[in-house]
T-cell receptor, first 117, second 113 residues
Framework: NAGVMQNPRHLVRRRGQEARLRCSPM?????VYWYRQLPEEGLKFMVY????????ESGMPKERFSAEFPKEGPSILRIQQVVRGDSAAYFC???????????????FGPGTRLTVT | DAKTTQPPSMDCAEGRAANLPCNHS???????VYWYRQIHSQGPQYIIH???NNETNEMASLIITEDRKSSTLILPHATLRDTAVYYC??????????????FGKGTLLTVNP
């Protein structure tokens, strides 16, 4: 999927544990987006980040979920005290600098499948 | 973003053209039509997009009706590897929150040998 890397690909957590999902965008991309796909559902937008900034987190649940995209390193989606309802596929996408591209494509990673037992 | 309506599933014979319809009757003048697909257990893949003119690339063709209320994605020679869920999305070009891709349930295209 065009160079966006996500790890781990599969993650199993027990209820109450923390889950950390990582996303490395394509080379040269400075925008990262996280989406969640519940079983048998379409992808839902969660959050949009640029380096060191959260631009839009309107799709994030109000509690337990957080995201960051530090100056160095991958973007992290963190879920604290996971519950069974958090079981889903989490996809990261990246795009190039928005200023230069009025229509920019989002390139998706392979996803992380989180299973909460 | 305008709401889209797609059939839940379609079948196509290998080597034949696959024509996937999408209705977007409430589309606004500044909204583009995008198509993505998601092969099982993979991330979505961009296919094509257009505003009002028909578009073609190495993957597919996009036919948009004159009133822009519907469109058809055409895979000219479907292969087994084209079996996937195809999503039709409409969104504005720039401004606001156009970066949000809103995925519906899409159309599951099954290409049969």
């Amino acid at each position: 999927n065009a160079g966006v890397m996500q790890n781990p690909r599969h993650l199993v957590r027990r209820r109450g544990q923390e889950a950390r999902l990582r996303c490395s965008p394509m080379k040269g991309h400075s925008h990262v987006y996280w989406y969640r796909q519940l079983p048998e559902e379409g992808l839902k937008f969660m959050v949009y980040l640029q380096k060191e900034n959260i631009i839009d987190e309107s799709g994030m649940p109000k509690e337990r979920f957080s995201a960051e995209f530090p100056k160095e390193g991958p973007s992290i989606l963190r879920i604290q005290q996971v519950v069974r309802g958090d079981s889903a596929a989490y996809f990261c996408a990246s795009s190039p600098n928005r200023v230069l591209f009025s229509l920019y494509e989002q390139y998706f990673g392979p996803g992380t499948r989180l299973t909460v037992t | 973003d305008a709401k889209t309506t797609q059939p839940p599933s379609m079948d196509c014979a290998e080597g034949r053209a696959a024509n996937l319809p999408c209705n977007h009757s409430t589309i606004s003048g500044n909204e583009y039509v995008y198509w993505y697909r998601q092969i099982h257990s993979q991330g979505p893949q961009y296919i094509i997009h257009g505003l009002k003119n028909n578009e073609t690339n190495e993957m597919a063709s996009l036919i948009i009706t004159e009133d822009r209320k519907s469109s058809t994605l055409i895979l000219p020679h479907a292969t087994l590897r084209d079996t996937a869920v195809y999503y039709c999305i409409v969104r504005v070009d720039s401004g606001g929150s156009n970066y949000k891709l809103t995925f519906g349930k899409g159309t599951l295209l099954t290409v049969n040998p």
